[in-house]
């Protein structure tokens, strides 16, 4: 069964920065899409960035964001800095099968249970 765990989550003053990690199991899980995505209380899931051969992030974090694959392609970081209150969410790490909408929810299959960045002004 495939599993998908995050950790790194934690309290910053805006400016700060953090470090995400999603580790998926087992590690012969072959999958095509990770994405992070995040939900802030009253707000839809909303997608942060997603990796496959390229890159892709939400307007939002362009440029103070950034995703990548360890040498280990089971798991993804997500190095957040320069973090606003904003971006204050339970974020969660996802993976697709399949092409197509990287930055779509419906279109990923596995999640993990998220962490949580709370960013103080």
């Known amino acids: 069964q495939v599993q998908l765990v995050e950790s790194g989550g934690g309290s910053v003053q805006a400016g700060g920065s953090l470090r995400l990690s999603c580790v998926a199991s087992?590690?012969?899980?072959?999958?095509?899409?990770m994405g992070w995505f995040r939900q802030a209380p009253g707000k839809e899931r909303e997608v942060v960035a997603a990796?496959?051969?390229?890159?892709y992030y939400a307007d939002s974090v362009k440029g103070r964001f950034t995703i990548s694959l360890a040498n280990a392609k089971n798991t993804v970081y997500l190095q957040m800095n320069s973090l606003k209150p904003e971006d204050t969410a339970m974020y969660y790490c996802?993976?697709?099968?399949?092409?197509?909408?990287?930055?779509?929810?419906?279109?990923?299959?596995?999640w993990g249970q998220g962490t949580q960045v709370t960013v103080s002004s």
């Open positions: 996802a993976t697709a099968s399949y092409g197509g909408a990287w930055y779509d929810a419906g279109h990923y299959k596995y």
């Open positions: 087992p590690q012969t899980y072959d999958w095509y899409y």
């Open positions: 990796i496959w051969t390229g890159t």
